[in-house]
């Protein structure tokens, strides 16, 4: 007999999390867990939910890949006349999660977005196997297309077009940095009691670190 659904739930017991153990700047404590996220070898350790919403207040949500990150914010790339792309460009702010269940840890950055340069863009690009840059011009990514057979003939064409040829970045395709403005850490703790700790920006830029109830 299945559980029901109510029912499901775990007890996190792995680590704690405490105002004194935390870096000062919510950039060195991601990089901190970071790498003890990659030395724990977790399966897709930069996806990552990225929720957007339209001029109009409509959400969405849909996983996304970080592929980088400094003391600016956290970088990802994608369409930009996609659906994420759109929203983003209609209201530039977004919110990020992670979550490491492994680890029975979460981390939530919010903040404003803008593009990457084009030289950013270009320089990833560039770097992606050529199966995904011919994909990026194939892909009208989120448009409503016909069949499975219209995107494989349409690869067929634009793998016929760059036979020979270098891929440049397409002109609707690049980056999107999310600059925070909070960074929440989340640790899961016994009896739902678990460990939040946000470092939230101030009116001079400086971050303020807080405990939140669970």
Known sequence: MQPSIADIRKDYQLQSL?????MGNPFDQFEKWWNEAIKSNLDEVNAMTL????????????????KGYDH???????????HKGQ???????????FFWKELQRQVIISGTVEKVSAEESDEYFNS??????????????????????????????MEKKFEGHE??????????????????????RSSR??????????????????????
């Open 18 to 22: 405490s105002e004194k153990d935390v």
């Open 51 to 66: 929720a957007t919403s339209s001029a109009d207040g409509t959400p969405a949500a849909r996983t996304v890949l970080l």
């Open 72 to 82: 600016k914010g956290f970088v990802f790339f994608t369409n930009y006349e996609s």
């Open 87 to 97: 929203q983003l460009l209609e209201n530039p702010k977004a919110t990020l999660v």
């Open 128 to 157: 992606r196997p050529r199966g995904s840059r011919i994909g990026a011009w194939t892909s009208p990514q989120s448009s409503i297309i016909e069949n499975r057979e219209w995107l494989e003939a349409r690869e067929m064409q």
């Open 167 to 188: 891929i440049a970045r397409p002109s609707h395709w690049g980056g999107f940095r999310v600059m925070p403005v909070s960074i929440e850490f989340w640790q899961g």
């Open 193 to 214: 009691l678990h460990d939040r700790i946000q470092y939230q920006i101030d009116g001079a830029n400086f971050w303020v670190i807080k405990r939140l109830a669970p």
